[in-house]
């Protein structure tokens, strides 16, 4: 029988830690250990997503609070929101390993109630509704530069979106990255311990905690620069923040609430992206998301009213692509620490629960005809952003940056997935890592 790695593993490793005589040697980092993909392994993932699909139709039909072992997986729509609502008796299971990432410190995302709240509140207050126009204006910029200078080939995954979600990640918290790629590769080692690595995978755990040590120094630097030399980022309103008892915020628990948030971040948005385009190409809806973006970027100038149309109807593109293949596959976990019940079934203290996200977006109960990709559905955003007190910081500025990316992309002239080995889509762990399209480079006859 498998063995979820919450929470017996995870202590075990933090025991084996503590207790070792030296620490272990200094590594390169290579992000490579995850597992880099191949033919066959392509072959398998598909075979298992097909498959997932049609147990998830059948748990929602006849099982849908099924257990195996300690493991409980939720599969309606109803009963998902249900759980991932009800922070008081099924809690967000992250909190040790984001505390070994972090150097000791507590981060919201493995935090809940009032110390979730706190520090919650503190983020809201510094991530702001209003810095959306400024992202967006960084994030035509990069893009256009990387476009402009690749002549007219770019791997997509890594060096566009990849590339352009670490600079305006960089500016807008003001970590000054002068290795972008680097830190793109490690903010992902951190996410799969996180996100992807349910039954404790030792080689995942090293991997995240080799990249954290050098994430923790990037972040400290920040932090530092920011007493010293004060400017507009989220960390030197972090620094500047004040309590409503006038109390500043520990420097260590700004180095907490960065590392997590941009954990969320980059690897999320970057393996979102990656997914709205596999299900658009899955489907032959490439072409029309190329039309659409184009036609938002022709009028964007000479008509505005037109280009925000166009720009509706690529989001709408998108999301409809990220509900049929979600980033968070197939769905979040949540722990009971004591019993309770989903749905009228008593869950047993100590039980896992899959809150399978992928499952409720496709539940007939919620979504008419949910297999079919029908554009502009109404679609409840919370189930792909998180919802209730975990929903994601800035999902409405991440769904935002991810079109303003494709609307530059998809509307170069000729843009086309290059041929060969080059245009399938190329993973390290679950994280898209590389495809090539090519397009008419400017200034070209």
Known sequence: MFELKYFRL??????????????????????????????MKRAITEVVRVA????????????????????????RHADVREVLLD????????????????????????????AHDRQRAFLDAVVRKADATRILERTRYFTTALL????????????????????????????????????????????????????????????????????????????????????????????????????????DEIRAMMIGTMTGLIPTNLLGAGKMLEELMRRGLLQKAIETAAAAERHRESDPPAADRHRQALRDLLFEASRLNPALFPGQWRFAPRAATIAGKTIEAGSVIMVATLSALRDHRAFIAPDRFEAGRRIDPDLMFGTGSHRCLGAYLAMEQ??????????????QVARGAAGIMSHIGPYPRRLDMVFEPAGAP
């Open 10 to 39: 995870i202590d075990a490793y933090e025991r084996s830690e503590r207790e070792a005589a030296e620490p272990p040697p200094a590594r390169a980092f290579d992000i490579a250990e995850l597992g880099q993909d191949n033919t």
């Open 402 to 415: 991810i079109t303003e990316i494709f609307q530059i992309l998809l509307a170069q002239p000729g843009i």
């Open 52 to 75: 997932v699909l049609v147990i998830f139709k059948l748990l929602r039909a006849f099982c849908p609070v099924a257990r195996i072992g300690r493991l409980v997986i939720v599969s």
């Open 148 to 251: 402009g200078n690749s002549g007219g080939r770019i791997d997509v995954m890594t060096d566009l979106f990849g590339r352009v979600l670490t600079e305006t990640c960089s500016e807008y918290f003001g970590l000054d990255l002068d290795e972008p790629h680097a830190f793109l590769d490690r903010s992902i080692g951190i996410s799969a311990l996180i996100f992807a690595d349910p039954f404790g995978n030792l080689k995942t755990r090293r991997l995240a905690m080799n990249g954290a040590q050098r994430v923790c120094y990037l972040v400290d630097r920040a932090i530092a620069r920011a007493h010293a030399l004060p400017r507009d980022s989220v960390i030197d309103r972090l620094v500047q923040f004040r309590d409503e008892h006038g109390a500043a915020i520990p420097d």
């Open 87 to 114: 922070r008081e008796h099924f809690q967000v299971p992250f909190g040790p390993e984001m505390r070994s990432l972090t150097g000791g410190a507590d981060f919201a995302l493995g935090l809940d109630g009032a």
